[in-house]
């Protein structure tokens, strides 16, 4: 396959992201151009930067259509727990409806630091838990001893407030500790 060259590429690319409703991966998207994962990593800079609702995710890079903007509601949530804990804490907000977009946290050096995670379901936190262990990475909430921020979407103000029930129940809310 000819590599595909600035401009075209980022077309391709951007089309890719269009059509597919789940996250595509850094290596898939240079296969299919034929480039490297740190060109892509470039181009989905330089997409961002021209306004595109493009999020790089655990899972990949994924667009957010208009309408999948306009069908949610979002709340950000305090939360408080063990790295032991966090695959539950994932596992509830995914069981009761809702997607975790990110996890933020404030250091005391670079300030607040924001990762997307974009979990929706229970194959999505299996593959975000597997990843991290498979990386031996630590989660960002171990740089504030457990605490950290989430920001929930969800399709209604009553499903956010099942989630936020659910986690207080379980003791991962901040005001419960």
Excluded: W
Excluded at 8 to 23: A, D, F, G, H, Y
Excluded at 91 to 97: A, E, F, K, S
Excluded at 123 to 145: N, W
Excluded at 152 to 168: F, K, V, Y
């Amino acid at each position: 396959m000819k590599k595909m060259l600035g401009e075209e590429r980022r077309l391709q690319l951007l089309i890719q992201l269009q059509k597919s409703k789940t996250p595509i991966t850094g290596t898939d998207l240079a296969k299919f151009a034929n480039v490297s994962r740190q060109v892509i990593v470039n181009d989905m800079t330089l997409l961002k930067a021209r306004n595109e609702p493009i999020i790089a995710t655990s899972q990949g890079y994924l667009y957010m259509h208009p309408d999948q903007l306009s069908q949610t509601v979002e709340r950000t949530i305090p939360c408080f727990h063990s790295s032991g804990d966090a695959k539950d804490e994932l596992l509830t907000i995914v069981d009761c409806g809702g997607t975790v977009k990110n996890v933020i946290v404030e250091h005391p050096i670079y300030g607040e630091i924001t990762a997307s995670i974009m979990v929706s379901n229970r194959h999505d936190v299996e593959r975000f838990i597997q990843r991290v262990q498979d990386t031996k990475a630590s989660y960002l909430s171990e740089l504030t001893g457990g605490t950290h921020l989430h920001v929930i979407s969800a399709p209604s103000l009553e499903t956010l407030d099942i989630i936020e029930n659910a986690l207080r129940t379980k003791g991962y809310l901040v005001n419960e500790q």
